[in-house]
């Protein structure tokens, strides 16, 4: 059975920061790519970053660059997201998803930066304080 399985969420003051994990198990790791999802009250979902476990290539949206770093340990199957310089406007619940392919630069609200998602984690809440 396929899982993902997200942690690491919290309450933060602006300016701060958090590591987010996604755990996956089910599956080979390297044949998928991982990506970061996040949804704020009253909004649609967006694609965050996105992580190609095959070379280790790594995307993010305009939003995030400079400040989120997505990264693994695939020997634990394990995808992170590092978040620095934390805004209010980063609030949302985040969430990890496996999927075929990143689509690069590409976080329209179409492909949201990876296609092929078919497995999402159960999200883990993010606050940031002003």
């Known amino acids: 059975e396929v899982q993902l399985v997200e942690s690491g969420g919290g309450l933060v003051q602006a300016g701060g920061s958090l590591r987010l994990s996604c755990v996956g198990s089910?599956?080979?790791?390297?044949?998928?790519?991982i990506g970061w999802f996040r949804q704020a009250p009253g909004k649609e979902r967006e694609g965050v970053s996105c992580f190609r476990s095959l070379d280790g290539t790594t995307y993010y949206a305009n939003s995030v660059k400079g400040r989120f770093t997505i990264s693994s340990d695939n020997a634990k199957n394990t995808v992170y997201l590092r978040m620095n310089s934390l805004k209010p406007e980063d609030t949302a619940v985040y969430y990890c998803?496996?999927?075929?392919?990143?689509?690069?630069?590409?976080?329209?609200?179409?492909?949201?930066?990876?296609?092929?998602?078919?497995?999402w984690g159960q999200g883990t809440q993010v606050t940031v304080s002003s």
């Open positions: 998803a496996r999927g075929t392919l990143c689509t690069g630069s590409d976080f329209s609200a179409k492909s949201q930066g990876l296609y092929g998602r078919d497995y």
């Open positions: 089910g599956f080979t790791f390297d044949d998928y790519a």
